[in-house]
């Protein structure tokens, strides 16, 4: 392993800034930004410094900058950037792994309600990253969300059970390099139909209870196919073109990410296993594997994964360990299951595959919001 020469852009108001580097199993060192030759001069009297650190040249390294005694960035108490890059700007306190322009706007959320499409009318929220105005050449990976309701704090009066904070955890993450900017798309579900909607077809799910005229409650126990596939048809024929027509998106199965919990997790994974043509990116939390049960007790859902060949997938697993507060399991042991099949498929922890148990967490969005930051790098790494 041999060392290169990194540029690191800076643009600050402080007079002497430096910038502090780690090395694996080096103490830590220092070198001086110097002004550019032909600096510009933003708002506010800043101007634009460079350092030309000598870095591996393989792999990640990590360094902050040294603004004035005790003020860094990134902010935080011996918090570094770690970047596989070798051109880096730091700009208005946040990280780039390219030049952007002097004023960046920050990320907004657009909201289409309806939606109209073939699974009926719903809300559409499309996050767009910080700069999308500005960088009109850059096309950004998607990263889909199920119960798109629940996704974005901007729009937690939508919520019927919280938010996830995908925007601000998002932005945090983006600003500190640790995530790509992307677009996240959180689908809206159908309602009354959501159960149906996210239920691979392979499962049955009876019909809901219903009200006589006498007022009885009955159940029709004719079981009713879920409607995943379709659903899966919708995003992809439907939303996905959309998308491409509206905004500058890669529409490349590698630049495109599927995210949910629970119901939502189960379409996930129903997606990047039957159609990993589509998605390579894949975060399944929390998810409801028993549904699928079949009449012979076997989990179908686990059983696919049993019977097919491994996919080209990247795949987040989790659970956490309780229902709600003193009961139950959030599916953990089921989970655990899928994860042990995939152990013997050839699935091992690394950069593709990633099991992760968050203990003491509930089946809630509270919880998915907890660890979204940690499925967010997995899924949309900075490269």
């Given at each position: 392993?041999?060392?290169?020469?990194?540029?690191?852009?800076?643009?600050?108001?402080?007079?002497?800034?430096?910038?502090?580097?780690k090395?694996?199993?080096?103490?830590?060192?220092?070198?001086?930004?110097?002004?550019?030759?032909?600096?510009?001069?933003?708002?506010?009297g800043?101007?634009?410094?460079v350092?030309?650190?000598l870095?591996?040249?393989?792999?990640?390294?990590?360094?902050?900058?040294c603004?004035?005694?005790?003020?860094?960035?990134?902010?935080?108490?011996?918090?570094?950037?770690t970047?596989?890059h070798?051109?880096?700007?730091?700009?208005?306190?946040?990280?780039?792994?390219?030049?952007?322009v002097?004023?960046?706007?920050?990320?907004?959320?657009?909201?289409?309600?309806?939606?109209?499409?073939?699974?009926?009318?719903?809300?559409?929220?499309?996050?767009?990253?910080?700069?999308?105005?500005?960088?009109?050449?850059?096309?950004?990976?998607?990263?889909?969300?199920?119960d798109?309701?629940?996704?974005?704090?901007?729009?937690?009066?939508?919520?019927?059970?919280g938010?996830?904070?995908?925007?601000?955890?998002?932005?945090?993450?983006?600003?500190?390099?640790?995530?790509?900017?992307?677009?996240?798309?959180?689908?809206?579900?159908?309602?009354?139909?959501?159960?149906?909607?996210?239920l691979p077809?392979?499962?049955?799910?009876?019909?809901?209870?219903?009200?006589?005229?006498?007022?009885?409650?009955?159940r029709?126990?004719?079981?009713?196919?879920?409607?995943?596939?379709?659903?899966?048809?919708?995003?992809?024929?439907?939303v996905?073109?959309?998308l491409?027509?509206?905004?500058?998106?890669?529409?490349?199965r590698?630049?495109t990410?599927?995210?949910?919990?629970?119901?939502?997790?189960?379409?996930?994974?129903?997606?990047?296993?039957?159609?990993?043509?589509?998605?390579?990116?894949?975060?399944?939390?929390?998810?409801?594997?028993?549904?699928?049960?079949?009449?012979?007790?076997?989990?179908?859902?686990?059983?696919?994964?049993?019977?097919?060949?491994?996919?080209?997938?990247?795949?987040?697993?989790d659970?956490?360990?309780?229902?709600?507060?003193?009961?139950?399991?959030?599916?953990?042991?089921?989970?655990?299951?899928?994860?042990?099949?995939?152990?013997?498929?050839?699935?091992?922890?690394?950069?593709?595959?990633?099991?992760?148990?968050?203990?003491?967490?509930?089946?809630?969005?509270?919880?998915?919001?907890?660890?979204l930051d940690?499925?967010?790098?997995?899924?949309?790494?900075?490269?």
């Amino acid at each position: 392993m041999g060392l290169i020469e990194a540029e690191v852009y800076l643009t600050t108001d402080a007079a002497h800034p430096y910038l502090e580097i780690k090395l694996d199993g080096e103490p830590a060192r220092t070198v001086p930004f110097k002004p550019l030759i032909r600096p510009v001069t933003a708002a506010g009297g800043l101007r634009q410094f460079v350092a030309y650190p000598l870095v591996t040249d393989v792999g990640p390294w990590s360094f902050r900058a040294c603004l004035h005694p005790g003020d860094y960035l990134p902010a935080g108490d011996n918090k570094f950037y770690t970047s596989r890059h070798r051109q880096i700007w730091l700009q208005n306190d946040q990280f780039f792994d390219y030049k952007p322009v002097a004023r960046v706007s920050p990320s907004r959320i657009v909201k289409i309600d309806p939606f109209p499409g073939t699974m009926g009318p719903r809300p559409l929220y499309i996050y767009l990253p910080r700069g999308y105005r500005e960088h009109k050449t850059r096309h950004y990976p998607v990263l889909y969300m199920q119960d798109g309701q629940n996704c974005f704090e901007r729009f937690a009066a939508d919520s019927y059970a919280g938010t996830w904070r995908a925007d601000e955890i998002a932005d945090r993450l983006i600003a500190d390099g640790a995530m790509q900017e992307c677009l996240i798309v959180g689908v809206g579900h159908g309602g009354g139909n959501r159960l149906l909607e996210y239920l691979p077809p392979y499962a049955r799910l009876p019909e809901p209870l219903e009200a006589h005229p006498t007022g009885a409650i009955k159940r029709n126990l004719i079981p009713l196919p879920g409607l995943a596939e379709q659903t899966f048809r919708f995003y992809r024929d439907e939303v996905a073109p959309y998308l491409a027509e509206h905004f500058r998106i890669q529409s490349a199965r590698e630049a495109t990410a599927i995210c949910g919990s629970s119901m939502g997790g189960l379409f996930a994974l129903y997606v990047g296993w039957e159609h990993a043509e589509f998605v390579r990116n894949v975060a399944a939390l929390s998810t409801s594997f028993w549904v699928t049960r079949g009449p012979a007790g076997q989990i179908e859902a686990i059983e696919r994964l049993k019977r097919a060949e491994p996919r080209d997938i990247r795949l987040w697993l989790d659970s956490g360990t309780l229902d709600a507060p003193g009961r139950g399991d959030d599916g953990l042991a089921l989970t655990e299951l899928a994860r042990d099949v995939l152990f013997d498929k050839g699935y091992r922890p690394g950069d593709n595959f990633h099991y992760h148990r968050a203990d003491g967490a509930t089946h809630s969005e509270a919880a998915w919001a907890a660890r979204l930051d940690q499925v967010f790098r997995f899924l949309m790494p900075l490269r």
